[in-house]
C-alpha cells in the first residue's frame, strides 16, 4: 500500500510559519503568493490565501491575472499587467534560472518545512516556509492495516526529502520517495509493482490532487475526501469522509464479502 503525503497523511492545512524577503515587504510578499495562488485548489494555495485572509488582506483580485498556469507538483506560474510571477519549490526556481539566495544546495537541510519561493520577472522575491500536521488518526490507521496483514507501506510524494521523512519516522513507514512530479509518481509505483516477488496488490492512496495518473495506474486506488472530480474518476474506491481508518474497514468489509459469496456458491453448488 502506497500512500501520498500532502492531504492524505496529512491533514493538509498549512500554516505560514515564516516569510523571508529579498528586499519587499513582508506583506508584499504573502499579498503576490495570494494573488498566484488565487485560481490553484491545492491545499498549499488555499492557506496561502487563508494566511493572507488572517492579516486582514482583502480577497485577491483575479482581474489582475492574465493568464495562469497550474505546474502541477512544482506550483504555479502567473502573468499580471506588470509582471510575471512563479511561486513553488526549489526545482520550479531552478528549472527557471531563478537565482536563489543559497545557490546550489538545499537551503537548511534539517528544516522540516515546505517551502515555497516567489520569484517576480525571474528574479527572486522572498519565501514562504510553511507547515503541515499529520492527521490525528494517521498512526491508528497504519496500525489497523499492519493488523489486516498490509505490511509493505511506503509514501510516495512531491515535497522535499526532510518534510516526507519526518512524516515516515512518525508513522514507522522505511520507504518513501520524495520531490516526485505526477509523471514520475507513476514511474515509482511501477517500479515497486515490478520489483515485487510475490504475487501481490498495489494499492494506492491519495486525496487526488496531482495524483490522478498513478490513482489509475494502481491495482486498486483508494481517493480520500470528495475532494477533486479527477480523482473521483480514476479511483476504484471513494472514502467520501477524510477518514484514514475507513480504508481498514473498507479492507475488512470486503473480505467478508468475498468470504460470504464463496460459501454461497459452494452451498449452491452442494444443493
Ligand atoms: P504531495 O505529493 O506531497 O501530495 P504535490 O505533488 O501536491 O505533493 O506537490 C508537490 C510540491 O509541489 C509541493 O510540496 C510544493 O512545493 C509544490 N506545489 C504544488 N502545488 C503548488 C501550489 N499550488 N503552490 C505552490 N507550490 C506548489
Ligand atoms: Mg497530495
Same mark, same amino acid.
Request: aromatic share 4%.
Given at each position: 500500500?502506497?500512500?501520498?503525503? +500532502?492531504?492524505?497523511? +496529512?491533514?493538509?492545512?498549512f500554516?505560514?510559519?515564516?516569510i523571508?524577503t529579498?528586499?519587499? #515587504?513582508? $506583506?508584499?510578499?504573502l499579498?503576490?503568493? %495570494?494573488?498566484?495562488?488565487?485560481? /490553484?485548489? &491545492?491545499?498549499? *494555495?488555499?492557506?496561502?490565501?487563508? *494566511?493572507?485572509?488572517?492579516?486582514?488582506? $482583502?480577497?485577491?483580485?483575479?482581474?489582475?491575472?492574465?493568464?495562469? &498556469?497550474?505546474?502541477?507538483?512544482r506550483?504555479?506560474?502567473?502573468?499580471?499587467?506588470? %509582471?510575471?510571477?512563479?511561486?513553488?519549490?526549489?526545482?520550479?526556481?531552478?528549472?527557471?534560472?531563478?537565482?536563489?539566495?543559497q545557490?546550489?544546495?538545499?537551503?537548511?537541510?534539517?528544516?522540516?518545512?515546505?517551502?515555497?519561493?516567489?520569484?517576480?520577472?525571474?528574479?527572486?522575491?522572498?519565501?514562504?516556509?510553511?507547515?503541515?500536521?499529520? =492527521?490525528?488518526?494517521?498512526?491508528?490507521?497504519?496500525?489497523?492495516?499492519?493488523?489486516?496483514?498490509?505490511?509493505?507501506?511506503?509514501?510516495?510524494?512531491?515535497? @522535499?526529502?526532510?518534510?516526507?521523512?519526518?512524516?515516515?519516522?512518525?508513522?514507522?513507514?522505511?520507504?518513501?520517495a520524495? $520531490?516526485?512530479?505526477?509523471?514520475? =509518481?507513476?514511474?515509482?509505483? $511501477?517500479?515497486?509493482?515490478?520489483?515485487? +516477488?510475490?504475487?501481490?496488490? *498495489?494499492?494506492?492512496v491519495?486525496?487526488?490532487?496531482?495524483? %490522478? #495518473?498513478?490513482?489509475?495506474?494502481?491495482?486498486?486506488?483508494?481517493?480520500?475526501?470528495a475532494?477533486?472530480?479527477? %480523482?473521483?474518476? /480514476? *479511483?476504484d474506491?471513494?472514502?467520501? /469522509?477524510?477518514?484514514?481508518? =475507513?480504508?481498514?474497514?473498507?479492507?475488512a468489509?470486503?473480505?467478508k464479502?468475498? @468470504?460470504?459469496?464463496?460459501?454461497?456458491?459452494?452451498?449452491?453448488?452442494?444443493?
Amino acid at each position: 500500500m502506497v500512500f501520498d503525503k +500532502t492531504g492524505t497523511l +496529512t491533514q493538509g492545512n498549512f500554516a505560514v510559519d515564516q516569510i523571508k524577503t529579498g528586499g519587499l #515587504p513582508v $506583506e508584499e510578499v504573502l499579498r503576490l503568493a %495570494a494573488l498566484a495562488e488565487s485560481f /490553484s485548489s &491545492h491545499p498549499i *494555495a488555499l492557506s496561502v490565501l487563508q *494566511a493572507w485572509a488572517a492579516t486582514g488582506g $482583502e480577497t485577491p483580485d483575479q482581474k489582475q491575472v492574465r493568464q495562469y &498556469h497550474d505546474l502541477a507538483g512544482r506550483g504555479v506560474a502567473v502573468e499580471l499587467a506588470a %509582471a510575471n510571477l512563479l511561486l513553488g519549490n526549489r526545482q520550479l526556481m531552478l528549472d527557471n534560472q531563478v537565482r536563489l539566495p543559497q545557490p546550489g544546495q538545499d537551503p537548511d537541510e534539517a528544516a522540516e518545512a515546505t517551502i515555497l519561493y516567489l520569484a517576480i520577472d525571474g528574479l527572486y522575491a522572498g519565501e514562504l516556509w510553511i507547515s503541515d500536521q499529520l =492527521k490525528p488518526d494517521a498512526a491508528a490507521a497504519i496500525g489497523k492495516l499492519r493488523l489486516l496483514g498490509i505490511s509493505e507501506l511506503s509514501i510516495l510524494s512531491g515535497d @522535499r526529502r526532510q518534510v516526507v521523512q519526518k512524516i515516515a519516522n512518525r508513522l514507522g513507514i522505511s520507504q518513501v520517495a520524495y $520531490e516526485l512530479l505526477p509523471a514520475q =509518481k507513476v514511474a515509482a509505483l $511501477e517500479t515497486m509493482m515490478s520489483a515485487q +516477488t510475490r504475487n501481490g496488490t *498495489a494499492i494506492y492512496v491519495g486525496d487526488g490532487i496531482n495524483d %490522478a #495518473p498513478v490513482l489509475a495506474r494502481s491495482d486498486v486506488g483508494i481517493a480520500l475526501g470528495a475532494g477533486s472530480d479527477a %480523482a473521483i474518476e /480514476s *479511483a476504484d474506491v471513494v472514502i467520501m /469522509s477524510d477518514d484514514l481508518g =475507513k480504508i481498514a474497514e473498507a479492507i475488512a468489509i470486503s473480505r467478508k464479502t468475498s @468470504r460470504i459469496i464463496r460459501q454461497n456458491v459452494v452451498l449452491a453448488l452442494g444443493m
